[in-house]
């Protein structure tokens, strides 16, 4: 199936990150089992535009929303552009495959008042935990990264002189953000205070943690001053990124931020800025 070239490949060469390696692949095995399940299709060069069309079908059939559809579909786009230029196969099947339509919604953030709320009261115990926990929800909000991001942030990546801290996003591609004079002293104060020698944030066993023991906390935190349905590190990366454009900030600096490739990933934040100014309006004006 040469599935195992194809993820060799996109690792050493495109550098994806492990996530997108096990999501291209479990992607790839599960379209493969559907074919030989269904159809006895065992060779990729088989393959036919109906073949995957019907797949496309039964995914959605499933009920799986349209963006997880959308992923699957650009991981055999991507596999069959790679053995087909590698000259496995005599065709591209999926060069005619249209993707569904996504759609549109808007990112959820949290309320401005909510995290004023959060990082102002005592929340937080006074103990490693504690310490360790605002950072985590300060730096998400305050700066705009993602959780890998967050997990991987080095004592080294920190330039106090210049109050940058340096992230490695995604396709290991580094970039630097500005960090606050107070979010800066409560991380040398955090640093000293407990002896913090390579990574930023760690277990109480000095482990580095993991994404879901992160994403418990910034859920237990949430849950504390917010109904938002989703409590995720995604969500304080949204509110970042919405409060920004709202106070005024450049749509291109908030690009560079976030560390998206292209504007239009970006653009989608616009929309809750719109939606505010629209009801900014409705209550302002006299003939609303």
Not at 30 to 39: G, L, N, W
Not at 55 to 79: C, D, F, M, P, Q
Not at 254 to 275: C, D, M, P, R, W
Request: aromatic share 10%.
């Amino acid at each position: 199936m040469y599935i195992d070239e194809f993820i060799n490949y996109i690792k050493s060469e495109k550098r994806y990150s492990i996530h997108t390696l096990i999501s291209y692949e479990t992607d790839l095995c599960q379209f493969f089992q559907f074919i030989k399940q269904d159809y006895s299709i065992e060779n990729p060069d088989q393959v036919t535009f109906k073949t995957i069309r019907r797949w496309v079908s039964s995914l959605l059939e499933l009920g799986l929303k349209s963006t997880t559809v959308n992923r699957k579909i650009s991981s055999l786009k991507s596999y069959f552009r790679f053995i087909e230029v590698s000259g496995y196969i005599s065709h591209n099947p999926t060069l005619k495959i249209i993707s569904p339509k996504r759609s549109k919604r808007l990112p959820v953030f949290i309320a401005k008042s909510n995290i004023n709320e959060l990082l102002d009261k005592e929340f937080f115990k006074d103990d490693f935990c504690g310490h360790r926990d605002r950072l985590i929800i300060e730096i998400f909000y305050f700066t705009g990264i993602r959780l890998m991001e967050l997990i991987n942030i080095r004592i080294s990546d920190i330039d106090s002189t210049n109050s940058l801290v340096k992230v490695l996003g995604k396709r290991n591609k580094e970039r630097l953000i500005p960090l606050s004079h107070n979010i800066l002293k409560d991380l040398e104060s955090f640093i000293k205070k407990y002896n913090l020698e390579e990574y930023l944030f760690t277990d109480t066993n000095n482990s580095l943690l993991y994404p879901k023991k992160v994403y418990r906390i910034v859920n237990k935190y949430i849950s504390m001053v917010s109904s938002v349905k989703k409590k995720s590190p995604h969500v304080l990366r949204h509110s970042f990124a919405t409060h920004m454009l709202n106070n005024g900030a450049d749509i291109n600096a908030v690009k560079e931020l976030l560390g998206h490739a292209n504007l239009s990933a970006t653009q989608i934040y616009t929309h809750n800025s719109i939606e505010k100014l629209k009801s900014v309006h409705k209550q302002a004006h006299p003939k609303s």
